[in-house]
């Protein structure tokens, strides 16, 4: 066999190899959406992608390596915003109106994948490895949202509660799935944060 012929055959297996491992993480994604995590069986992720276990553990050795692909593929097409831009809005309020804005469409395009992760992340060890960016992520989202507030002491910790509350995904799902949009979502949630640093008796 001529030298060109095995580089082409090895190119052929490599790019076959590829293809069979990304039908393995595309089979994942689409079980983590649908049954979630928790429920994500080996079985069930090579009848989905048409191989066999073994090719399933060939590709992935364990459940960490499948779900850290199965993770990196889905946020290929689902970015979580990112804050650094809200630091140039120098009003708080519209700083935290542009962040909750963004924040709920990232939720809504991904509501089924983010509601099972969440759902199962107590009760599967591997995927707080995976969720502990996005959790750093929220922290300094917060973070960037109390600047330049002037509550200090117990009203700023009201509205620090305010603003941690109205970035979670529950706050955000538990409203829309009562009929509101997302815009009247975040107004509702600015009020909120409003409400929370207003003195004692002085609610706007």
């Not at 305010?162 to 815009?183: C, I, M, Q």
Request: aromatic share 6%.
């Amino acid at each position: 066999m001529s030298t060109e012929k095995r580089q082409y055959r090895k190119r052929q297996r490599a790019e076959d190899e590829e293809r069979t491992r990304r039908r393995i993480t595309e089979a994942t994604v689409a079980l983590h959406e649908t049954v979630g995590p928790l429920h994500t069986t080996v079985k069930a992720v090579a009848a989905r992608a048409g191989v066999q276990r073994a090719t399933v553990y060939r590709h992935f050795p364990d459940e960490g390596a499948l779900f850290a692909a199965c993770s990196a593929h889905w946020l290929e097409g689902h970015r979580p915003p990112d804050p650094t831009p809200w630091t140039a809005i120098a009003d708080p309020e519209e700083r935290l109106r542009t962040a909750l804005s963004a924040m709920y469409r990232f939720y809504r395009d991904g509501e089924s994948m983010v509601a099972n992760v969440l759902r199962d992340e107590p009760y599967v060890e591997t995927l707080a490895p995976l969720l502990h960016p996005m959790h750093e992520l929220m922290t300094a989202i917060a973070g960037v949202l109390l600047k330049g507030r002037p509550q200090r002491g117990r009203r700023r910790m009201h509205v620090a509660a305010a603003v941690a509350h109205a970035l979670t995904f529950d706050a955000w799902r538990s409203l829309a799935r009562g009929g509101l949009d997302d815009e009247e979502i975040v107004e509702l949630m600015v009020a909120l944060v409003r409400a929370a640093g207003a003195p004692r008796g002085k609610l706007p």
